[in-house]
């Protein structure tokens, strides 16, 4: 099973994936946290990542459809993937579904995560992600000491550098104009399932769960 975590930034879908990939014994690739990774390890590719994300741009098409493409031919990956952060633009979407295509496989579903923009700028400016674990927590205002703890690891919680104000903005200008369209494509094809972002994380992940064995059940 291949599934798409489709949502503006903020809208939870790296939350998710971990929830649904566990439930359904899948990998979650999230081509945020890989190219976070590469910056930090300070090689090649963090090296020409790390201005775009920086300013809230997408990282060009041909490093990132690579890299996601290397990562869905690993091992791990052979039972099935959840992709999240990927494809963001249609030239993304296109390159996906003809290297699938080429397997003789397909995205099976893809999981819209709706959420309204003023909802998306309180959680993204309240994000603190756990630099161990990347356990991501949302909590407004100052932190004390204690806030700082990560609650399942013990981590140190920071703040991404790309979710100051004006970044953000910028991320989701970007997110309209270039990764909004592809709500159209994957509803065009059948693949879309829309799932209300918005209450507690555990609600979401039960709501994105019965979306998916239903529409897992129709296809047989
Ligand atoms: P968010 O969804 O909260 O904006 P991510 O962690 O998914 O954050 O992505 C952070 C940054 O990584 C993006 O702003 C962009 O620069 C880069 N990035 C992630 N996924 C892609 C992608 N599919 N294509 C291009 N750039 C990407
Ligand atoms: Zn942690």
Redesign the pocket.
């Given at each position: 099973m291949y599934i798409i975590f489709l949502g503006a930034?903020?809208a939870g879908?790296?939350t998710q994936a971990a929830g649904v990939a566990e439930e359904f014994g899948l990998v979650s690739i999230?081509?945020?946290?890989l190219?976070?990774q590469a910056v930090e390890r300070g090689d090649d590719l963090g090296k020409k990542?790390r201005e775009?994300?920086a300013k809230?741009?997408?990282?060009p098409?041909e490093i990132?459809v690579q890299m996601v493409l290397n990562k869905l031919a690993a091992p791990e990956s052979g039972k099935g993937a959840i992709l999240?952060?990927?494809?963001?633009?249609l030239g993304?979407a296109e390159a996906l579904d003809e290297a699938f295509k080429k397997k003789k496989q397909k995205i099976d579903s893809v999981v819209y995560i709706k959420v309204e923009e003023k909802e998306l700028i309180r959680r993204?400016s309240g994000r603190w992600v756990c630099r161990s674990c990347q356990s991501p927590y949302s909590i407004q205002g100052a932190l004390t000491e204690e806030q700082k703890k990560c609650a399942r690891c013990g981590g140190e919680l920071y703040q991404r550098p790309?979710d100051n104000l004006e970044t953000i903005k910028n991320?989701l200008k970007?997110y309209f104009s270039e990764t909004a369209p592809l709500i159209s494509y994957y509803r065009n094809s059948g693949r879309l399932i829309e799932v209300d972002g918005e209450g507690a994380v555990g609600e979401i992940t039960q709501r994105i769960i019965q979306a998916l064995r239903k529409k897992t059940c129709k296809n047989k």
């Amino acid at each position: 099973m291949y599934i798409i975590f489709l949502g503006a930034p903020g809208a939870g879908k790296g939350t998710q994936a971990a929830g649904v990939a566990e439930e359904f014994g899948l990998v979650s690739i999230a081509t945020g946290d890989l190219f976070r990774q590469a910056v930090e390890r300070g090689d090649d590719l963090g090296k020409k990542v790390r201005e775009f994300m920086a300013k809230g741009a997408l990282v060009p098409n041909e490093i990132t459809v690579q890299m996601v493409l290397n990562k869905l031919a690993a091992p791990e990956s052979g039972k099935g993937a959840i992709l999240d952060g990927f494809p963001r633009n249609l030239g993304q979407a296109e390159a996906l579904d003809e290297a699938f295509k080429k397997k003789k496989q397909k995205i099976d579903s893809v999981v819209y995560i709706k959420v309204e923009e003023k909802e998306l700028i309180r959680r993204l400016s309240g994000r603190w992600v756990c630099r161990s674990c990347q356990s991501p927590y949302s909590i407004q205002g100052a932190l004390t000491e204690e806030q700082k703890k990560c609650a399942r690891c013990g981590g140190e919680l920071y703040q991404r550098p790309d979710d100051n104000l004006e970044t953000i903005k910028n991320r989701l200008k970007v997110y309209f104009s270039e990764t909004a369209p592809l709500i159209s494509y994957y509803r065009n094809s059948g693949r879309l399932i829309e799932v209300d972002g918005e209450g507690a994380v555990g609600e979401i992940t039960q709501r994105i769960i019965q979306a998916l064995r239903k529409k897992t059940c129709k296809n047989k």
